[in-house]
């Protein structure tokens, strides 16, 4: 008869469960004080752990992750998880372990934050500007980066749509954690209001809810943050200007005359406030009606590469007009998510690296 060789110890259920992460915090629960208790009798072992919130719409992932690590260790039968809630003191704790400082300032703007944020304009709307700014987040998320997405496009509120996020962000202790898909954290105005209602919103009010997206929302260490400007030259651009000095911006426009004309102003603008433009990137820039085929180019052509020179900076990267590009946005699926060896996914990844090597 085999007799059991290894018991497992409380030091190895918790060494293994280091290895936990909050979905949402990305961080050991460990760490951040959510395991209560280890209970181990023989191969039996309990585990108690606190949620932030009752409702959590993740206890399952968590759950199971912590049965899974558990598991796989030596000398264990069983597991079984009980899921608390934290008190208000927890909480308060937890919030103070993740934002230090008298504040609870998101380091997101100190001058020294390792961040690159990068807003991406146009001149007017309907050029595309939403959809360059899910795909570039989710190329850069593949490539490796930790990526978020704020939201700022007050008119139209794409992102979320076209990313497939839903459902409204966790609150602990006031402080916001973003909704997570393909690897990319999102915060949208759309979120936490009415569509419909935000649009009626004036320069104050808009001021405020930007703000707050940067200061009270629970980014964790981004590489990356992006942020969908709405079209034009308005208040919350100048408001995300002056929040974020050391914001770059990119510039996306059609190659129209037109389009790269009111583009120009939105260059002109980061001109005035001392923001950098990085690059302009050309949407919409032909069409191909079969794969080899000579290009349509339905816009005209040279707009990109016109205002690039206006403004200085490099052409980043020409997109076709592709009826893909806007059944995946509709679906909430992106191109560069799941179709990336697609021709039209591998523009974007191109934009992502100019973008890196930067
Ligand atoms: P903006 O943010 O500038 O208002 P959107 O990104 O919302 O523009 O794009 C407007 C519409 O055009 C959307 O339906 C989108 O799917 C579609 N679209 C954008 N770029 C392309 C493209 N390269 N090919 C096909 N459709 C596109």
Same mark, same amino acid.
């Given at each position: 008869m085999a007799a059991r060789s290894i018991a497992v110890t409380r030091e190895q259920v918790i060494e293994a469960l280091r290895d936990v992460m909050d979905p949402e915090l990305h961080k050991s629960i460990v760490e951040l004080n959510m395991v209560k208790d280890v209970e181990i009798r023989g191969g039996a072992v309990k585990v108690d752990a606190l949620l932030t919130i009752s409702g959590c719409p993740l206890r399952e992932t968590i759950t199971n992750s912590i049965?899974? !690590?558990? !598991?796989?260790?030596?000398?264990?039968? $069983?597991?079984?998880?009980?899921?608390?809630?934290? %008190?208000?003191?927890?909480?308060?704790?937890? @919030?103070?372990?993740?934002?230090?400082? /008298?504040? !609870?300032?998101?380091?997101?703007?100190?001058?020294? +934050? =390792?961040? =690159?944020?990068? $807003?991406?304009?146009? &001149?007017?709307?309907? @050029?595309?500007?939403? %959809?360059? $700014? $899910?795909?570039?987040?989710?190329?850069? #998320?593949?490539?490796?980066?930790?990526?978020?997405?704020?939201?700022?496009?007050?008119?139209?509120?794409?992102?979320?749509?076209?990313?497939?996020?839903?459902?409204?962000?966790?609150?602990?202790?006031?402080?916001?954690?973003?909704?997570?898909?393909?690897? @990319?954290?999102?915060? +949208?105005?759309?979120?936490?209001?009415?569509?419909?209602? #935000?649009?009626?919103?004036?320069? /104050?009010?808009?001021?405020?809810?930007?703000?707050?997206?940067? +200061?009270? @929302?629970?980014?964790?260490?981004?590489?990356?943050?992006?942020?969908?400007l709405p079209p034009g030259t308005g208040d919350v651009s100048l408001t995300i200007a002056q929040t974020l000095p050391r914001a770059e911006m990119l510039i996306v426009t059609t190659p129209q005359e037109t389009a790269?004309?009111?583009?120009?102003?939105?260059?002109?603008?980061?001109? !005035?406030?001392?923001? /950098?433009?990085? &690059?302009?990137?050309?949407?919409?820039?032909?069409?191909?009606?079969? /794969?080899? #085929?000579?290009?349509?180019?339905i816009f005209g052509r040279g707009g990109g590469e016109r205002l690039a020179g206006m403004v200085q900076a490099p052409l980043l990267g020409q997109i076709p007009l592709d009826p893909a590009i806007r059944e995946a946005g509709d679906r909430g699926q992106p191109v560069t998510a799941v179709s990336p060896d697609s021709a039209s996914a591998q523009v974007f990844y191109g934009i992502a690296d100019a973008l890196l090597r930067k």
């Open positions: 049965r899974d !690590k558990v !598991k796989a260790l030596p000398g264990v039968d $069983t597991v079984d998880v009980q899921l608390g809630v934290m %008190t208000q003191e927890q909480r308060q704790a937890l @919030v103070g372990q993740l934002r230090p400082g /008298p504040q !609870k300032q998101s380091p997101l703007l100190s001058p020294t +934050s =390792r961040t =690159r944020i990068l $807003t991406i304009a146009s &001149g007017k709307g309907g @050029v595309g500007k939403s %959809t360059v $700014t $899910t795909n570039l987040a989710v190329a850069l #998320a593949r490539r490796g980066r930790t990526v978020g997405i704020v939201d700022a496009d007050v008119y139209g509120f794409s992102i979320p749509k076209m990313l497939g996020v839903n459902g409204k962000p966790t609150i602990i202790d006031q402080m916001i954690i973003p909704l997570e898909r393909w690897g @990319v954290r999102v915060m +949208s105005i759309g979120f936490m209001v009415d569509e419909n209602e #935000a649009v009626m919103w004036r320069g /104050p009010m808009l001021h405020k809810a930007i703000t707050t997206f940067l +200061s009270e @929302v629970y980014w964790g260490d981004l590489d990356d943050l992006l942020i969908d790269t004309g009111v583009a120009y102003r939105a260059g002109r603008m980061a001109e !005035k406030v001392n923001t /950098p433009v990085v &690059g302009v990137v050309e949407n919409m820039s032909y069409y191909l009606p079969a /794969p080899g #085929a000579e290009p349509v180019y």
